[in-house]
């Protein structure tokens, strides 16, 4: 089962929708116990990193989703996956879950239409088992103001936009991120759920 | 880089797709669960439904369709027409939208932008407009289907909502739509030179260089087209392919 957390911030139907069309069984929850028994995580979110760090917080769930991510797949997805960074400099400097070395910042550059809202390709830097038969060719979803600044290590695709923009982060182990919307991604993020759901 | 976006726009009445046509494999051609199933086989980036109903059983009937199409279609969803409160912009997410589209009710009260930002966050917003051109190079912005002037000028208006929060412009030429003469460029180049948000182009399009056009003429990054694609005059692909063979960047 995979839990998705539902801490009130962004669409989480959507996520649900994607895992119940690919047969994924899934269940949105906001307690530990769900997340503890659970066989992976998944922490969606759309919005502001400051108002969705504190409303996490007071789902009290911050401690367990830092522990269970050392020992199941993780996947943050779009706010969810700028959550896993150190820090967050929206609006004002905001502590993340620090799963990732790194932190968030916005996306500055002098004519760049912000937010980078639409369908950009994916540009693999390092391997990641989520990235199995996605092509060099394949675009996937985009909305967002804000960016992951963290090392090249960490980054297994990015697109470009104004610069590199960390599209997909891995930390080696259970830990990824993406910047992108898998579950409105059509085929290549389904097959990128797919492949998440295959680590279980 | 980012791609440049094709959106097929349904016209929903009741549950059914108003204009509909007959794609092949599609069996009910007023079904929009249907149409936007095909839309997405060919390509479409997003999907836009646009609820015409006037009763309020009828938002029901709409918002069911919505539901329907997100869990089969995974390309994002908006969602105009009708919303007139965060309660309706909720609603509408709920269902499975990922954006809205507001319009009339955007310029009676401006504050819906961003309250509805406040809430959801601006990638969420998308402010449609209807104008029309009064004199060289000046617009003024129509509400109620482009039946109404405010007098409001449109740089003016494009200036105030990017300031409240809007995500997205959806920019509907008046003095284009149903011509089949292209997209207005004039119109459009005026919008894109004043805004730093994205700016979906609206209204004329006829034939398939009228997208190539929009997107080398104007700093436009979406072009929306109903009636074109519903008549199957073209199909999103082709759209596609003929602006990646211009050497536009086309998913």
Same mark, same amino acid.
């Given at each position: ?37 659970? *066989? ?95 092509? &060099? ?13 963290? !090392? ?19 930390? +080696? ?14 085929? #290549? ?12 | ?23 092949? +494999? ?18 479409? &980036? ?17 918002? &069911?369709?919505?539901? *329907? ?21 909720? !609603? ?22 961003? &309250? ?29 289907? +482009? ?73 436009? #990054? ?10 199957? !005059?073209?199909?999103?692909? !082709? ?13």
């Amino acid at each position: 089962m995979i839990a998705i957390i539902d801490y009130g911030a962004g669409n989480i139907f959507s996520v649900k929708n994607a895992l119940d069309y690919l047969g994924l069984e899934s269940r949105l929850v906001s307690d530990k116990e769900s997340v503890i028994s659970a *066989d992976a995580v998944i922490l969606p979110g759309v919005g502001a990193f400051p108002a969705a760090m504190k409303k996490l917080e007071a789902t009290g769930l911050v401690d367990t989703i830092k522990a269970e991510a050392q020992k199941k797949p993780f996947l943050g997805i779009c706010l969810g996956m700028q959550l896993i960074f150190e820090k967050g400099y929206e609006f004002e400097e905001t502590e993340g879950l620090g799963l990732i070395k790194g932190s968030v910042i916005k996306m500055e550059e002098p004519d760049l239409i912000i937010p980078h809202m639409g369908w950009n390709k994916l540009e693999k830097l390092n391997e990641c088992p989520l990235l199995e038969g996605i092509g &060099d060719n394949d675009y996937v979803y985009f909305v967002h103001s804000y960016k992951a600044d963290c !090392e090249d290590s960490s980054i297994a695709a990015y697109s470009e936009y104004g610069g590199r923009v960390p599209a997909l982060v891995y930390n +080696g182990k259970y830990v990824y991120g993406a910047q992108f919307h898998p579950e409105k991604s059509g085929e #290549t993020g389904l097959k990128i759920l797919r492949n998440f759901g295959e680590l279980i | 880089m980012l791609a440049k976006r094709i959106i097929p726009c349904l016209d929903v009445r009741n549950g059914k797709v108003v204009k509909g046509v007959n794609f092949e +494999g599609v069996k009910d051609v007023g079904d929009p669960v249907e149409c936007a199933e095909e839309y997405n086989r060919q390509g479409a &980036d997003e999907l836009v439904f646009y609820d015409i109903t006037a009763s309020f059983e009828g938002r029901g009937v709409f918002l &069911d369709v919505v539901r *329907d199409t997100a869990k089969k279609v995974f390309v994002p969803l908006t969602v105009g027409g009708g919303i007139k409160t965060v309660d309706d912009i909720r !609603e509408a997410l709920r269902a499975g939208a990922d954006k809205v589209s507001v319009n009339s009710q955007a310029v009676k009260n401006p504050q819906l932008i961003k &309250d509805g930002a406040d809430v959801f966050g601006s990638q969420c917003i998308c402010v449609g407009i209807d104008a029309k051109k009064i004199a060289e190079n000046k617009w003024t912005v129509y509400i109620n289907g +482009g039946r109404v002037d405010m007098g409001i000028d449109l740089i003016d208006w494009v200036h105030t909502i990017e300031k409240l929060g809007a995500g997205e412009i959806c920019l509907n030429s008046i003095d284009a739509d149903g011509t089949k003469e292209g997209f207005d460029i004039a119109m459009l180049k005026a919008v894109c030179d004043n805004c730093s948000i994205p700016v979906i182009a609206s209204g004329g399009a006829g034939k398939i260089n009228d997208f190539y056009e929009v997107f080398e003429k104007t700093g436009a #990054t979406a072009a929306l087209a109903a009636s074109l694609f519903h008549f199957k !005059e073209l199909t999103v692909g !082709e759209v596609k392919d003929y602006c990646r063979n211009k050497g536009v960047i086309v998913r």
